[in-house]
């Protein structure tokens, strides 16, 4: 795409977009170049909705997967090629329920995190079963970023660009200072990538070490990053936690996101008492 892949790129930039969203994006209109193996200032309405349809017919994408696309394929046309007329008629895919996440118990977490030999990961594992953090929020952390006089935990830029203070687990601290001894960072970043000086561990090192760590606990449950954020949220909802305050600790913009949470608590469930139980009735004879 060349030129206007660099045009592309910097309306993204210029609109304040999320670098996650930013590759997303242009991945998915790269794509769409490649299908038709034709510019994509050259297609039309129809080219464009032929795409889609291969996208759900044939590879049959997710519709979570779908309105990424969709959402990619409006902003190149509406504002790097200011064609607004070639979406007009390409709509978002009908929402559907999220799948429930994986959820594990305080008991299948612990092992995972002992079976992660380095300090250094074992930490990043912790700020996400202890404070609920991204992926993308634990790689981004730097060291100016703890706060251990006031035990809190600072997330300057999160999904949405964000910020939001989080407590600060003494295990955690424990266990980055311990860390931090051991390998000191080079760089600002907390967790750093040995392979590339002055940046931060990918998403993808973050996923083999979590897999390897899941091998190593002989554990067949299967997680991902995301998961040890999911477990953070439903633990502290069965430990009697109110959804308002976990929705700001995990920096969800609408309460809806939250609330999923309440479908996987089974222990949450159990508290609730009937309303039958609640009306005076006479004793049983």
Not at 58 to 66: I, K, N, Y
Not at 201 to 210: D, E
Not at 224 to 248: K, M, N
Request: with cysteine.
């Amino acid at each position: 795409m060349g030129a206007l892949r660099d045009r592309m790129a910097t309306d993204l930039r210029l609109r304040g977009l999320s670098p996650i969203t930013q590759r997303m994006y242009l991945a998915c209109v790269y794509r769409l170049a490649a299908y038709w193996r034709r510019s994509p200032a050259e297609l039309g309405d129809a080219e464009v909705r032929a795409f889609l349809t291969h996208l759900v017919e044939e590879r049959q994408v997710s519709p979570s997967t779908q309105a990424v696309y969709v959402a990619a394929l409006h902003f190149f046309s509406r504002v790097t090629l200011d064609r607004p007329e070639v979406v007009r008629r390409v709509g978002y895919p009908r929402r559907t329920a999220a799948p429930l996440p994986e959820i594990l118990s305080p008991a299948e977490v612990e092992p995972r995190l002992e079976a992660v030999p380095s300090l250094q990961h074992r930490a990043m594992a912790m700020a996400a079963s202890g404070a609920g953090l991204r992926v993308s929020e634990r790689c981004a952390l730097t060291g100016a970023d703890i706060d251990s006089e006031r035990m809190r935990l600072r997330v300057r830029v999160g999904k949405g660009s964000r910020a939001r203070s989080l407590m600060l687990s003494e295990r955690l601290l424990a266990t980055l200072r311990a860390s931090w001894r051991e390998a000191p960072p080079q760089g600002p970043y907390l967790f750093p990538d040995p392979r590339r000086p002055g940046q931060s561990l990918s998403r993808k090192a973050v996923w083999r070490m979590l897999r390897r760590a899941t091998a190593r606990a002989g554990l067949r449950k299967r997680v991902s990053p995301h998961t040890l954020r999911h477990c953070f949220a439903t633990h502290l909802l069965e430990a009697g936690t109110d959804i308002r305050v976990i929705q700001v600790l995990l920096g969800h913009r609408s309460l809806r996101s939250t609330e999923r949470y309440t479908r996987v608590s089974q222990a949450h469930v159990g508290t609730v008492r009937s309303p039958l139980d609640r009306v005076p009735h006479p004793p049983a004879p």
